[in-house]
């Protein structure tokens, strides 16, 4: 009985130590010219630490987030590493998630179901910046100011602080993909899962 306990106190010490280590964040495939904090040309598999940002011009970069999730970034795109979360700052990006969903910033946080597929697009509109989230897969919880709009596949919304509770959720077709969503679910098919 008491190997038993001390054998359960060793591997709940040693479990408690990997769940307190912060995933890593690593820049895994780079097409074209991308940027890590203003030095071209980053080496596949650099490690991005808190507050990097990455930027692409004619580029396209793939970034993983330690727990399974990869976020595609497309041209003349940025995101920023925040507490190991990616912000999505400019341009477009696509989210596919592993095990654990994710969440992700782009105008206002955004949490994501685990096994899906999410695109962002940063765009302004009169003076404002607005982020288009659509849901390929999945789901998505977006926090309004009174509600949780709940966000399942084929469902879209353009997030917005100053709209508040009037943001409306619209449907598109699945279906219509663009050169983005098609690299990031070619990139995805390829790359192993951890």
Known sequence: MGSFWFSSIVFL?????SFAQPPRVSITYIEGTVDIDGQSSPRVDSVLPESSLVRTAKGRA????GRG???FLGENS????????PEILT?????ITGGLGPAVSCVQEVQLSDSGIFRFDVHRVVGETFCQLKVYGGAAAAQMPSF???LT???TIDLNRSCGDHTPRDEFKVEDIDALDRWSRQRSSVEPRP
Not at 62 to 65: D, E, G, K, L, S
Not at 78 to 85: A, G, Q, T
């Open 13 to 17: 010490a040693v479990g408690s130590t």
């Open 62 to 65: 793939q970034i993983r987030f």
């Open 69 to 71: 999730d990869t976020l």
């Open 78 to 85: 940025s995101m920023r590493v925040r507490l190991n979360e």
């Open 91 to 95: 341009g477009s990006a696509v989210v």
């Open 148 to 150: 949780i709009w709940v």
């Open 153 to 155: 596949t084929g469902k």
